[in-house]
C-alpha cells in the first residue's frame, strides 16, 4: 500500500480520521467524549486549529479542521496524544490506543466543505444508530441547526455562510440540505479523494502541486499513488 502523502501549510483544510487500535472502541462513556472534545477545545487555543466539523463514533471519529499555521501534525499529535493518555490512565491499560497515524485528506474547502459537512453529521444516521442527526449528542449537528448554542471554539459559520449564516434561516436551510437527502440518494464524497490525499479538482491539485509539492521537491517515484496524477 502506498504511503499517504503528508501536506502541510497555512490555511489549508483537511477531512481528519482516525480509529482504534483493531476497529475497538475508543469512546467508552459520555465522559471520554467529553474529553475528547475538551482537547479539540486546547488544540484551538493552543495550536490554532480551528474545527468546522466533527463526529464521534464509537471506535473512531471524523473532523473538519483548517490549520491557519501549517501544522496539522502538531495538532492531532496533540488531541490523539492527549487523549490516549487520559483513556491509558483511567483504564489502567498502555499501548497505542489509535491504529497508526491519522488519516488527514486534504479538501478544497470552496467546493466540498459543505458537502463533507452533510456526509459527517450523517454518519451516525447511515450506520442505524438514530433515525435523524439531531437525535446524536455526540456530533456538531444541533448547533449548526440552532438547537443549542456552539461551544466557542466550534466555527460553524463558513459552512452556514451559502445557507444565510447563524441565524433562523441559515439553521433552517441547513437542516433542511442535511435531512432531505435520501440515504440511497446521498453521495460519498470520499469515493472522489486522488491519491488517498486529496479532495478537490484539478485547478485545486494543480495549485498544491506547484506550490508545495514542487518547491519541496518531494520524490514522487517513491509514492507511487500520486505518481500518475503529477
Known sequence: MARQLSIEFPGAFYHVTSRGNEKKAVFCSTRDREKYLSY????????????????????????LLETPR???????????????TYFNIKRNR????????????LVDKEAYCKELSRYIHLNPVRV??????????WSSYRYFIG???KPPWLAIEFVLEDFGGEERVGFRRYREYVERVESKELRDPFKSVIA?????????INRIRMDYLEKKKIDKRNIPAIKKEF
Not at 479539540?40 to 473532523?63: K, P
Not at 501549517?70 to 490516549?84: D, E, K, R, W
Not at 488517498?196 to 485545486?204: R, Y
Open 40 to 63: 479539540l477545545e486546547s488544540a484551538c487555543d493552543r495550536y490554532g486549529a480551528i474545527i468546522h466539523v466533527y463526529c464521534l463514533m464509537e471506535n473512531h471519529y471524523h473532523l
Open 70 to 84: 501549517g501544522n496539522l501534525s502538531q495538532v492531532l499529535h496533540h488531541i490523539n496524544g492527549a487523549y490516549t
Open 94 to 105: 498502555s499501548g497505542h490506543l489509535f491504529q497508526g497515524r491519522f488519516k488527514g485528506i
Open 128 to 137: 442505524g444508530i438514530v433515525k435523524t442527526p439531531l437525535e446524536y449528542p
Open 147 to 149: 438547537k443549542a448554542k
Open 196 to 204: 488517498s490525499t486529496f479532495l478537490g479538482g484539478e485547478d485545486f
